[in-house]
Nanobody
Framework: QVQLVESGGGLVQAGGSLRLSCAASGGTFSRYTMGWFRQAPGKERDIVAYITWNGRSTYYAESVKGRFTISRDNAKNTVYLQMNSLKSEDTAVYYC???????????????WGQGTQVTVSS
């Protein structure tokens, strides 16, 4: 069993930055691929980025590549999403999730956080 709790969301102007954090507990954080997903009203939940257990492999959606950076600190059981140059289209609820293997579909993830709202104005 794994519990995931996101934090760091908020309201920011276009062009600004936010860093999201996801703290894991209740299970083995190491060896899980950790992903960030987002879901806007009326849209499907889509991959933003993932990082494998050892950090050797990352994936980014084309829409965020070059702007967002995923990282993890296994000693702290925490995964991060640094979001720079934010755009209005980045507005969504952001979720962290854990999977046993690196995949981009949300169906491949076994554990999910509650989500944190990111709103980008202008």
């Amino acid at each position: 069993q794994v519990q995931l709790v996101e934090s760091g969301g908020g309201l920011v102007q276009a062009g600004g930055s936010l860093r999201l954090s996801c703290a894991a507990s209740g299970g083995t954080f190491s060896r899980y691929t950790m992903g960030w997903f987002r879901q806007a009203p009326g849209k499907e939940r889509d991959i933003v980025a993932y990082i494998t257990w050892n950090g050797r492999s990352t994936y980014y959606a084309e829409s965020v590549k070059g702007r967002f950076t995923i990282s993890r600190d296994n000693a702290k059981n925490t995964v991060y999403l640094q979001m720079n140059s934010l755009k209005s289209e980045d507005t969504a609820v952001y979720y962290c999730a854990a999977a046993v293997s690196p995949v981009i579909s949300p169906r491949g993830y076994d554990y999910w956080g509650q989500g944190t709202q990111v709103t980008v104005s202008s």
